[in-house]
């Protein structure tokens, strides 16, 4: 009786070690899927801070995306000094950061979540390929743009300089050429064709910068709702609180460096109050629409976890496209660095200093 005991020994000790692991993951999954739960959850707390988060985000946005709109005041930030194309360099090191440590990471999660079915969110790398696509589809919307509008500043922004002619996009467009041309045309006739030359080269930058700002500022605004979503949706009071302070720095500076595109662009007041108000009350539209949907919304339901890492995963590609791209290596790879090896190291030290302090925000968001 005792041999036949002692043989089972071993089986019985493995499946017992089996049920042991196993139970606790097979419960926590349905728990993990259905609601929130823990000593931190509570709504009643959590909607006050989060109306503390609408408004501070609001102001922190605000003063983010207009403080570099009123440095033409200020000789030392105005767009041609050294020490904005710094600043410029250390807000696209945010954006930057933005992408690969908050947005990106949180697609990952999202949609290798347990709450999700086996195949085929677990079986192939859609956060990747979705960033992927959305930088391709990025670099194809900025081609294209920077195509058109370039055809139609070809159009109309030499013969309005010369015949006064063309609509009212081109006239906005064609006043550096026109400040280019004026004053040499009295002297010498082989001028003409020089100052021309230099008119377009300014137009045609002009009409990139544009170009770059309106993309940035929809990569943008699409992951600002979704960020905002999720904090208007969470009751989570512990984290919460975390995740206003992170915020706040991360739309400060963020919108610093979107702000330094919007200038750059030279548009008309009414433009810029419109990029400026989209930007600014994104966020706080996603948390006042989380806050509503709060009671159907469930952050880990497969529905919610599939369309909302999908969005990060999207806007993540776009956000790590501009920052590097338009934004970094524009600059970087631009005359004004390239003649510079001493503003070039301030610049790297600037794209450092902020996609680190960005990422070490992500300890708390």
């Not at 013969?159 to 009295?186: I, N, Y």
């Amino acid at each position: 009786m005792s041999t036949s005991l002692l043989k089972p020994t071993p089986i019985l000790l493995l499946l017992l070690t089996f049920s042991l692991l196993a139970s606790p993951a097979l419960s926590v999954v349905p728990e993990e899927c259905t609601a929130e739960s823990g000593g931190c959850i509570d709504k009643a707390k959590a909607l006050p801070l989060k109306i503390i988060a609408i408004v501070s985000i609001l102001v922190t946005s605000l003063i983010g995306v207009c403080s570099p709109l009123f440095t033409r005041s200020v000789p030392a930030l105005h767009p041609d000094r050294d020490l904005f194309v710094v600043v410029k360099c250390f807000a696209a090191g945010i954006i930057l950061a933005t992408g690969f440590m908050h947005v990106l990471p949180d697609s990952f999660d999202m949609l290798s979540s347990r709450c999700l079915k086996e195949n085929p969110w677990h079986k192939f790398p859609f956060t990747g390929f979705v960033a992927m696509l959305s930088a391709i589809a990025t670099l194809m919307v900025d081609s294209m743009a920077t195509s058109m509008y370039s055809r139609k500043n070809d159009i109309g922004v030499i013969p309005e300089t010369e015949s006064g002619e063309g609509g009212h996009d081109d006239r906005e467009m064609g006043v550096v050429a026109a400040a280019h041309l004026h004053g040499h045309g009295h002297h010498h006739p082989h001028h003409h064709h020089g100052a021309a030359t230099k008119a377009e080269a300014v137009s045609s930058q002009l009409l990139r910068y544009r170009v770059v700002a309106m993309v940035l500022e929809l990569g943008i605004v699409v992951h600002s709702v979704v960020i905002g979503l999720g904090l208007g949706a969470s009751s989570n009071v512990c984290t919460i609180k975390g995740l206003v302070a992170a915020l706040c720095f991360h739309q400060m500076f963020e919108g610093m460096g979107l702000g330094g595109c919007i200038l750059q662009a030279e548009y008309k007041w009414l433009k810029k109050l419109v990029m400026v108000f989209f930007f600014s009350v994104t966020t706080p539209f996603g948390i006042a629409l989380g806050i509503g949907l709060s009671r159907t919304y469930q952050e880990n339901s497969p529905s919610s976890l599939i369309t909302v890492g999908l969005l990060n995963g999207s806007s993540a590609g776009l956000l790590i496209y501009m920052a590097l791209v338009d934004l970094l290596a524009a600059d970087f790879m631009g005359p004004k660095l390239q003649r510079s090896i001493k503003l070039q190291i301030k610049s790297y030290a600037a794209v450092l200093l902020g996609a680190g302090g960005m990422s070490l925000m992500a300890k708390w968001a």
